[in-house]
């Protein structure tokens, strides 16, 4: 049914395109649309974001050898870990034609309840791994309230989340006295400083949200039915997808990501404090963005977020390995965002600009 | 059909909403009368927020001064906001009818004007510290704006370089985090830096970034510079702790913790702490304790007439207070006198950290 809901859509916006093309094709968009059609148009699109990374890691390599270095490997995979993990949650939202910004708040919440459950030194618990289980329900839950408010109350996930992220990041710096709290339990803290086979147990985390997140979308029917949600919601609904049950589903499921990013920051850093999320909702929105899927919804997936996250964590990577100036990296990251929506997005489909 | 079954029934949910926010709003209306009633001022504290450990020890500081002079204190936070910041401020000053000292960290250099200005029109005393344009001065203000106090960013960048320095030997390379670019603290301290430098040719600056005063952030910038420069990196300078600490966990993670030194600014607990297992080298600290008490000691006493701010040398006016190093000498010290225990200040020492006038 959802395969009929996009080939519907699509026949739609067909005779619309010469209309448009005309009107508002502008060189700008046209060459590169040409060369995309030259390469096979869509399926070059899609590659676009890998091609980035690519084009990326070849260009730091000559600059800088140290790059290609597998200590150094070791260490984008570590920064790309929680980033990945919160950018798997979000995917799922977006996918949906949603936002969660309760990225933040979430995250600290689930960060602050791992720290103050084990061994610190704040209090005198000591729950070992179950303040990590409690950890990743409090996130889960944060996201299932998300889904209630968004689908119950009827308020659009936006104000929804925004409201979320402000009542998660008050509840932790209630809870942590505005202060930062120390995590010493040291099974836990090996998430980041523990090796398996090379790797940080964090990046191996990482990596099991990622086939989880992978497995969830494709091989089952409610990652079908969050893609259908963000082609067209009517027609999902008319094809009998229990919408509501489905959205609250997707954010609960996105707070259980933002439950072990939040484990997995307190562990690498060996505290909590409120501001532990402090931007990265930004960067996660950014990785998925660049990865290509389409803020709009119905378009992309779990495997483009993966590569997005690449791109920004290489790319951050790559500016200090290049020297770059700290004063202009931000442009650099800006004009890349730019630059890798541009080639993702197939702008001569686009009927709107908003 | 039911769609609308579910809006009209969040429609009554926000009328009694509406209704039960009207009361509360009653409620609040009502307080003033009740801090009116009484004579003896009221001290405010007005920071940025409490989800940083310097500004709770700040409210902690402020605490106990209000304790030890019985008096009522309240505390304003502004989110970072700085329109809400000088709202409240000035519900403040109504509802005391001016009959307040304020001791305020400005969240932003110009909301200084603002909040004298009002404050001396309401007959309200206030002291302001870190932030306030160059052209604000509390001698135009007499008798209202009391003093403003800062610490010399520049004074602290050198004084954590040169023991940096110290303990790698005199030599070798090391690598900078600065704060966010704009912020007078990140720009005085990273100048105190480049004076240490000055000095001592034999230490090689590999390399200054930004972490935007964040551990998370200080976290993957270090792991990418030990990339870059590897093992000939032989010390870290770090415009604040927290970015320090993010620092040390990045070197944590590569076995390198503690055969790497760390310096930073501010005296937070992780920080004490490191200086403690000697993964630090040092921390310096403005003492927000004090900061909090005294700021508002020194509103109280001009409020008074303990003595007259139009009488007093400028150096009382706009001053530099005296920051506190923490090092590997005096660390438990420190430990037993400010961590394990609440600090003891001496209300009634207005002026014993006073080391000279602001630069101008």
Request: glycine share 10%; aromatic share 8%; net charge neutral.
């Amino acid at each position: 049914m959802t395969q009929t809901g996009s080939g519907f859509l699509t026949i739609h916006t067909e005779p619309l395109k010469s209309v448009s093309d005309i009107e508002r094709t502008t060189l700008m968009t046209l060459i590169p649309g040409r060369i995309a059609g030259l390469f096979g148009g869509r399926r070059w699109r899609s590659l676009a974001p890998l091609a980035v990374l690519i084009v990326l890691c070849v260009l730091i390599a000559i600059a800088n050898p140290n790059f290609i270095e597998l200590r150094n490997l070791v260490r984008v995979a570590n920064s790309a870990a929680v980033p990945l993990t919160l950018a798997m949650g979000l995917t799922f939202i977006i996918l949906m034609g949603s936002i969660d910004l309760s990225v933040e708040g979430t995250l600290s919440v689930s960060a602050m309840v791992v720290v103050l459950l084990a061994a610190n030194d704040g209090n005198g618990n000591d729950y070992g791994w179950w303040a990590v289980l409690a950890a990743i329900v409090a996130g889960t839950a944060m996201g299932f309230v998300s889904g209630l408010v968004q689908t119950m109350l009827r308020i659009p996930s936006f104000m929804a989340t925004l409201g979320m992220w402000f009542i998660g990041l008050g509840l932790s710096v209630y809870m942590l006295g505005g202060s930062a709290i120390r995590l010493n339990d040291a099974s836990i803290r090996d998430l980041a400083l523990h090796r398996f086979f090379g790797m940080p147990l964090a990046v191996w985390v990482a990596t099991g949200a990622f086939l989880l997140a992978a497995v969830i979308q494709y091989h089952t029917k409610l990652g079908r039915h969050i893609l259908a949600i963000g082609g067209d919601e009517d027609v999902a609904k008319l094809s009998g997808v229990n919408v509501i049950r489905v959205r609250i589903t997707a954010f609960a499921l996105a707070g259980f990501f933002f439950g072990i990013a939040g484990v997995l920051a307190a562990a690498q850093l060996g505290q909590s404090h409120a501001v532990i999320g402090d931007g990265r909702l930004f960067a996660a929105v950014t990785a998925v963005v660049v990865g290509g899927t389409a803020l709009t919804g119905g378009e992309g997936g779990v495997v483009n977020t993966l590569i997005g996250v690449l791109i920004v964590t290489v790319l951050a990577n790559g500016m200090i390995l290049l020297g770059i100036s700290p004063y202009i990296q931000q442009t650099v990251q800006g004009l890349m965002i730019i630059a890798a929506v541009a080639l993702s997005l197939d702008r001569m489909r686009l009927r709107i600009v908003k | 059909m039911k769609d609308r079954t579910i809006s009209t029934r969040s429609g009554t949910v926000s009328r009694r909403t509406l209704m039960m926010g009207a009361t509360a709003g009653l409620a609040t209306l009502a307080m003033p009368r009740v801090l009116r009633a009484q004579d003896k001022p009221t001290l405010v504290t007005s920071i940025r927020s409490l989800s940083n450990p310097y500004h709770a020890v700040w409210k902690t500081g402020a605490e106990a001064y209000a304790k030890w002079a019985g008096l009522e204190h309240v505390t304003l936070v502004s989110e970072g906001n700085s329109e809400k910041g000088i709202a409240d401020i000035k519900a403040m000053l109504a509802k005391t009818g001016g009959n307040m000292v304020l001791n305020s960290d400005p969240n932003d250099t110009p909301d200084a004007r603002p909040i004298v200005e009002a404050c001396a029109k309401a007959g309200a005393y206030v002291v302001t510290q870190w932030n306030k344009p160059a052209d604000l001065h509390p001698k135009d203000f007499n008798p209202n704006y009391v003093s403003h106090i800062e610490f010399d960013g520049i004074a602290s960048g050198k004084t954590i370089a040169e023991i940096l320095f110290k303990t790698i030997g005199g030599k070798g390379g090391i690598v900078a985090l600065g704060g966010l670019i704009s912020t007078t603290a990140a720009i005085e301290r990273k100048k105190g830096l480049d004076a240490a430098l000055a000095a001592n040719p034999d230490i090689k600056l590999l390399d200054f970034q930004v972490a935007n005063w964040k551990s998370t952030e200080a976290f993957d910038l270090m792991g990418n510079l030990l990339t870059r420069f590897g093992d000939d990196i032989k010390g870290i300078w770090a415009a604040n702790d927290d970015m320090g600490s993010g620092a040390l966990e990045a070197l944590r993670a590569e076995n390198l913790a503690g055969k790497v030194p760390i310096v930073g600014v501010d005296g937070i607990k992780t920080a004490v702490d490191a200086v403690r297992t000697g993964e630090f080298a040092c921390t310096v600290t403005s003492d927000p304790f004090w900061q909090g008490g005294m700021g508002l000691a020194i509103g109280y006493n001009a409020k008074i007439g303990k003595f007259d701010p139009v009488k007093e040398p400028p150096e009382h006016r706009e001053f530099y207070g005296k920051a506190v190093l923490i090092s590997h000498d005096n660390v438990e010290e420190y430990y037993k006198t400010n961590v394990d225990a609440k600090p003891e200040i001496d209300w009634n020492d207005l002026w014993g950290r006073v080391t000279g006038a602001i630069r101008t």
